[in-house]
């Protein structure tokens, strides 16, 4: 099931990008390993809202984080390298934002996710002009939740350490306006592992 986000009002959201983190208080703020600084958030997605139906969709949220203290030289873009952060919390409480480091983006975007048509995008071999068409919205944060990724490059879906290949939850294009870095015009991919259900992964492509 392939949804697309869509921006709404405060009170109608179920996830957001940006801003601080309102839920995640079960967790410790993830710090790079390349330079021990504290990451930015990017973005809190409610797993009620994907079909991974082994999760407890009231409880379960995916955290996603990077390094911005550096930009480019903590290798944020990988997956592996320590450089951000997918974690998984349990709780509904805020997360403790940190007083040091590029911690939080410029504002916060609440948003909901509704349901497209994969297939006309599959069918034509994940047709740019397609994809284009749902997310042509300048200025704003845009992407889509399940399905599958839409690849600036070639596949990197990770593989979880418990030996299982994660599944696809989230894709966030980088905002024409700023706030987000992702190289530049590139996109982010969230993962979580619907094995072990114990670890995620986060990378981005340009």
């Not at 986000?5 to 990008?17: S, V």
Request: net charge negative; hydrophobic share 35%.
């Amino acid at each position: 099931m392939a949804k697309i986000l869509q921006l709404t009002k405060p009170e109608l959201a179920q996830g957001q990008l940006g801003g601080n983190p309102s839920t995640g208080g079960d967790l410790d703020w993830p710090k790079c390993r390349t330079c021990a600084g504290n990451m930015q958030f990017i973005a809190e997605v409610p797993l009620h809202l994907t079909d991974l139906t082994v999760f407890s969709y009231s409880t379960e949220w995916l955290l996603l984080f990077q390094c911005q203290n550096n930009p480019g030289l903590c290798e944020e873009w990988d997956a592996k390298s320590g450089g951000n952060a997918a974690l998984l919390s349990s709780s509904t409480t805020p997360l403790l934002v940190p007083a040091e480091g590029e911690v939080s983006s410029p504002a916060s975007t609440p948003f909901d996710a509704v349901e497209y048509d994969e297939r006309l995008t599959a069918e034509t071999g994940n047709d740019d002009n397609y994809w284009a068409s749902l997310i042509a919205h300048p200025g704003h944060y845009f992407g889509k939740l399940g399905g599958t990724p839409v690849w600036l490059q070639q596949d990197e879906t990770p593989a979880c350490s418990c030996g299982a290949k994660m599944t696809f939850v989230i894709q966030i294009e980088e905002p024409a306006g700023g706030g987000m870095n992702f190289g530049g015009g590139g996109s982010a991919y969230g993962f979580v592992c619907a094995a072990c259900k114990a670890q995620a992964r986060f990378l981005w492509q340009c």
